[in-house]
């Protein structure tokens, strides 16, 4: 593998990058280009700015062309799940990508399981009911506006929709597949029946077979080639196309082994043989996503880093003051309120911040409510949403041992919220088992670990030891 580069475009919610990992004795990350990902309101809806990502992507894949030459040898991308590009038979984008915190599918869970059963899709995918899983989302379209899924022939979540513009190829990838709510739990195909039952059957969008994470899908199309000064010989595989899938990759093996993936969101779970599907796995909200080999991976979202960074928006968008994350770590750790505990995963804190409703005062509000007086200043609020953070995981780490009957040996953090040291010292304190620092970067990690496999410059052992 000695000189070899693969390149992991990875996209968060918050943030997007491009990271070339050279593969070397050790797998180094070098990155290429970060860009902000701002989604906004537009014609009815919140969307993602895709040109704007795709322009930072672009312009990532032209430094790491500049950087490294023909030492590149693939690219692949990964994405937050569940959201989607609708493409028409020519090709044609029908609509630009809905953020899945849009409103659209406000009521669809309750009108679903009203008509079929509250357990009508865990039954069959062993997916937790979220709101904004791409089968409500659908759902959603079908009632406001049926023709565009009539017409559509393609259904490209993030990630494959990017592999496409890069590659020309189109697939949907397994692992992203599964988060959707409507694909068999071992990635095999799409759920025909469940399909049909829920009111989707005859699409277009579903005649088509999923991918594996690590299929050599093309090398990049000429346009790609020129835009970037990329070799038309670098491939585009996939690799666990839901960013979750790619960084718990890292994830050691064996058993009592859990992770928290840290970002936008917190998904704390486990990489397991099968998936957990009993009564109490369905009550701890546990939704069994697939892993990139094909394994079950049992997680809980939880609601993550999510409400402090939009507190940090109202700070700093409307107060007009300029913290870093490290500065409200530090007014955390001196804070005048010590020991409250928000519930981060009150559904009031899952739309985005705005001028009219800023989370700051959502957070205040939230305490009121309950007749607790928060001190309205950033430290004491951004300690209390990371003992929230914190009681959650220490409380969803007991249900997962208790439903995978696994004692935790460790608990891996990997992603950006491992950098707040502060989190993680209250996380230890709440999980009571060994906390194991992994990489901040995982998710590109990860990703570049699965490219680096299925082109034979990697083993399984390796991996296991990044
Ligand atoms: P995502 O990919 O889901 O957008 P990341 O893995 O990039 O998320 O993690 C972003 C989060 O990590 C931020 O919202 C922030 O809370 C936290 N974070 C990033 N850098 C720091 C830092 N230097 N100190 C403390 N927290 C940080
Ligand atoms: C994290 C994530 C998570 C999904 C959510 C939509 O980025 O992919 O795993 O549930 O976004």
């Not at 800023?358 to 949403?385: M, Q």
Request: charged share 25%.
């Amino acid at each position: 593998m000695m000189n070899s580069v693969v390149i992991a475009v990875d996209l968060g919610a918050e943030s997007g990058r491009v990271i070339a990992a050279e593969l070397n004795e050790q797998v180094k990350l070098v990155e290429m280009g970060r860009f902000l990902n701002k989604p906004r309101f537009k014609d009815g809806h919140l969307r993602w700015d895709m040109d704007a990502l795709w322009a930072g992507i672009i312009e990532g894949l032209s430094t790491a062309a500049k950087q490294y030459g023909d030492r590149i040898v693939s690219i692949a991308c990964d994405t937050w799940a569940v959201d989607y590009a609708l493409l028409d038979a020519d090709d044609n984008v029908i609509e630009e990508a809905v953020c899945y915190r849009d409103s659209r599918t406000e009521g669809i869970v309750e009108e679903v399981e009203a008509k079929f059963g509250a357990n009508v899709i865990w039954e069959r995918t062993g997916i937790r009911n979220l709101p904004f899983n791409t089968i409500f989302q659908l759902l959603a379209l079908q009632k406001s506006d049926p023709e565009k899924l009539n017409k559509a022939d393609w259904m490209l979540t993030i990630p494959d929709y990017l592999a496409w513009k890069l590659s020309g190829v189109k697939s949907n990838e397994w692992t992203n597949a599964s988060s959707t709510g409507i694909a068999k739990p071992d990635g095999s195909a799409w759920d025909l029946d469940l399909i049909t039952k829920l009111g989707l059957g005859g699409l277009a969008i579903f005649d088509k077979p999923l991918t594996k994470s690590g299929t050599d899908l093309a090398c990049v199309s000429s346009e790609t080639s020129q835009l970037t000064g990329l070799s038309p010989s670098v491939k585009v595989l996939t690799c666990a196309a839901h960013d979750t899938g790619s960084a718990v990759v890292l994830t050691p093996p064996g058993e009592g082994q859990f992770f928290i993936s840290s970002g936008t969101w917190s998904l704390m779970g486990m990489i397991s043989g099968k998936a957990l599907m009993s009564q109490a796995a369905k009550d701890a909200l546990l939704s069994n996503e697939l892993a990139w080999d094909g394994r079950s991976r049992p997680l809980k979202n939880i609601m993550g880093l999510w409400v402090l960074q939009n507190c940090r928006r109202t700070w700093n968008e409307e107060g007009g003051a300029a913290w870093t994350y490290p500065e409200l770590v530090e007014f955390a750790r001196s804070a005048k309120d010590v020991n409250l505990v928000l519930d981060v995963d009150d559904e009031i804190f899952f739309e985005q911040h705005s001028k009219e409703n800023p989370y700051a005062d959502r957070v205040i509000k939230w305490f009121a409510d309950r007749g607790v007086e928060l001190t309205d200043d950033e430290g004491s609020i951004s300690r209390a949403v990371m003992r929230g953070l914190a009681h959650a995981y220490g409380k969803t780490l007991k249900e997962l041992e208790q439903v995978s009957g696994q004692k935790a040996q460790q608990l891996t953090i990997l992603g950006g919220g491992g950098r707040n040291q502060l989190l993680v010292e209250m996380t230890q304190e709440l999980c009571d088992c060994p906390v194991r620092m992994g990489a901040f970067e995982a998710t590109s990690l990860g990703n570049a670990a699965i490219q680096a496999y299925a082109l034979g410059l990697i083993s399984r052992e390796a991996i296991a030891k990044l």
